[in-house]
């Protein structure tokens, strides 16, 4: 039993990690207490009744499959008072059809079926929340006296319909969801024959796809109540996290995909690739049954619409969605406990009587193209042909459950496979006994549970499969046999499964004929060990851990979202900006360049491979505006970039300005020359090596390309697959570190899509003191500045220029103030000596009059500390409070600015208003 005694709960946890642990530790000791006592009261017959029970086509009305039994309830209530949760979460289950069908007997009264399908099954396992299904109830009621009365009776079964129409279920259902998703998602392909009617009907297809989501979101909305969970469920209903989230924002909202997700490059000819990403990016958290999948997914979202993969998940605008990898299970114990009923061990007698002296194979599946049922009859035929001995010996039972019938691909199918199975039972079978059993129909539990106990051999031919749960539980089944799984590889339960099955390539018919062979002729021993491994497995990763551990980080993403977006700084209130400025005398304007006064880089430009202009130059509607302040005797504009002096003195030179390029390395008004700032820093001895390591990588990585600066060499991918470009960049760095710059003074600076390696210890904010002082100096300013505005896309590295002007922050040299952002990560191997020391012989030596002879001027450079920067009655030179300094990151979402602008377009929008402030001043 649980205990509610705090005093021995364990530590509270502190990482989603522990946390997650921790709970899977306290719902494993909650499952065996509940265990132990349904059994000790003798209860959990009357659950298992209730599970198995009902008529040949799997009916049932006892019990409320949903709710479980009262002693379930009870002890789930103890877990979560001990988890400080008083009652349990509400839980909505959205998905396209219902766990139970609807047929109608009268006007008024309807009789419930188990709707077949792994889903469904895995769903069962839901026993730990107060779950209600929201669904279709796979019928066509029009009238409004059914639809009640039906949703009346779905209500006893926690389950509430959504009424779809026969043209919304013929456009919805069978045409876009199983006619162009399934095929696509399974590798299959958009459909090829009528290509022209498919391709005329599709939008109309997908329109009722669109429409039948938001008919699903309507009844959530209906039903919804705060703090519910909203879990969305597989390729029917993509669209229903956009709808939802448009609804309300706050719904936590999680989507799970039961197919494989395919290979962006199956995925990207679906004419509604981008929209429906779009609208599955709207959930909180999206789960897949393997990484591949999620793999799959994220590499769809960085290629086809350009967003940002991490190893959480994909970003968009600063929104993380998660993604991660959820496999399903089974409720184990119920199949186990299943066998040893008395109804199943008749039927286990029955059919060992009726296959006695022959080998039984099992093959259950729906009559799907997916599931491979032809290639492995063919497989089955072709051991027959060349094992003689074995034709009277073995027996195929193979069930396939109608499925989809409406659509015509699926009627194909049945013929084809009945043809099939006609022809090999002519050929190999005799009077009194066939080698191919098939039953057009689907079994009720306890027959099925039967059938998984006495097969010797089970065969999972999938050509591709979400999961397969039928492997699952055919393993749950054969505790006392320990038959064979011969699974298919592209079955995701291949990864879970594998080391115990024999694996295939179904469409290799020789290699499935030769393995059935092998399983046949298995020794026991391997058998058992085999059937070990996948054993302690499928009652390891049960249905129930899968849901329980799905929702939990649900709640947890919703978690860290809300404190993700408590961190991101926000956006400029650009209009106080202006104000502030209007209202100051002497103003600071430094502004960066590139991805700050450029056009932002089209994103479908980069997908689609059409690369505009690599040169950088400035946005068109920023000029006039920025022309303004330049011209304004009370406004400084800098801009401060990376980019070197001849991009700076092109783009800039005719306005009236100062120009700092290399990171802040060369300084020049444009009415003068151009000045080293930091002399002491340019040893530039590790360029030629570190440039052979660039035009290497460049030649290798189609679409990237550098740029070679005086102080610096920049590896850009931008334009380049994203994917290639990191791994490119990840080996790249590998061989810098263990090469080129193991003993050079440089800092390599990581962007999004760069690589940059620059002189050591030159920073935007470390240049920016010397920026001051020589603007100090030369404009001869004798009143303080009392506005500053900082805007920028800088690297991590450079963002110590924000903190420079941080009235908060204590007065120091920049190179001194405390970096905010961790330390970048240094492979193990190669990485360079700690710099620290050589950094500090060097800050010493910044402070010291240098004569500097770069780029053939020689220039007189005098060096100033802000600690020195003063006017001269003595006052600083800054007069900067906390509403006179504006600091700002362009598209970024994590910054040391105290504000954000999506994109360049807005700092058009910036400029424009500062100028317009001097305009209303001077009328
Ligand atoms: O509802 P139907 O159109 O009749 O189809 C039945 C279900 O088929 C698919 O099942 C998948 O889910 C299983 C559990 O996650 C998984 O093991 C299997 O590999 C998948 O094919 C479909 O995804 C469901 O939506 C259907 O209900
Ligand atoms: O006659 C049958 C045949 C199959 N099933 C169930 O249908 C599900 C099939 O799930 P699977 O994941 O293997 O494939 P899906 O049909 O979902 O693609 C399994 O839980 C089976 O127990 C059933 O209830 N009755």
Redesign the pocket.
Known sequence: MLSNNHNNSPPTPRTRLERLLRERELRRSNRSSLNEEAHSLGEFNSYDLFSFSGDSCGSFNEEDILEGVSVVKDIIDGFQRLEGRTSKQRLLVV???LPVSAVRKGKETWHLEI????????LLGLKEFEARWIGWAGVNVPDEVGQRALEKALAEKKCIPVFLDEEIVHQY?NGY??NILWPLFHYLGLPQEDRLATTRSFQSQFDAYKKANKMFADVVNKHYEEGDVVWC????LMFLPKCLKEHNRKMKVGWFL??PFPSSEIHRTLPSRSELLRAVLAADLVGF?TYDYARHFVSACTRILGLEGTPEGVEDQGKLTRIAAFP?GIDSDRFIRALKLPQVQDHIKELQERFAGRKVMLGVD?L?M?KGIPQKILAFEKFLEENPKWRDKVVLLQIAVP??TDVPEYQKLTSQVHEIVGRINGRFGTLTAVPIHHLDRSLDFPALCALYAVTDVALVT?LR?????VSYEFVACQASKKGVLILSEF???AQSLGAGAVLVNPWNITEVAASIGYALNMEADERERRHLHNFMHVTTHTSQEWAATFVSELNDTVVEAQIRTRQIPPLLPINEAANSYSRSHNRLVILGFNATLTEAVDALGRRCGQIRDMDLKVHPDVREPLKKLCDDRNTTVVVLSGSDRSVLDENFGQYNMWLAAENGMFLRPTKGEWMTTMPENLHMDWVESVKHVFEYFTERTPRSHFELRETSLVWNYKYADVEFGRLQARDLLQHLWTGPISNASVDVVQGSRSVEVRAVGVTKGSAIDRILGEIVRDKGINKPIDYVLCVGHFLAKDEDVYTFFEPDLPSEVPQTVPNPLPPPKMPNNGAPPPKSARLKKQRSLSIIERRANSHGSAVFWRPVVQDRLSLHEGSSVLDLKGDNYFSCAVGRKRSNARYLLVSSNDVVKLVKELSECLESSVS
């Open positions: 998905a396209n059809r709707s077949v399908g792994g889903l469904v099954s895995a259902y969801c199983n469920h597989d390729y029917h039961h197919t049954h399903i729906r799907d997916i499925t989809r999938s499969d979400g999961m397969n749960l079955a995701g339960a």
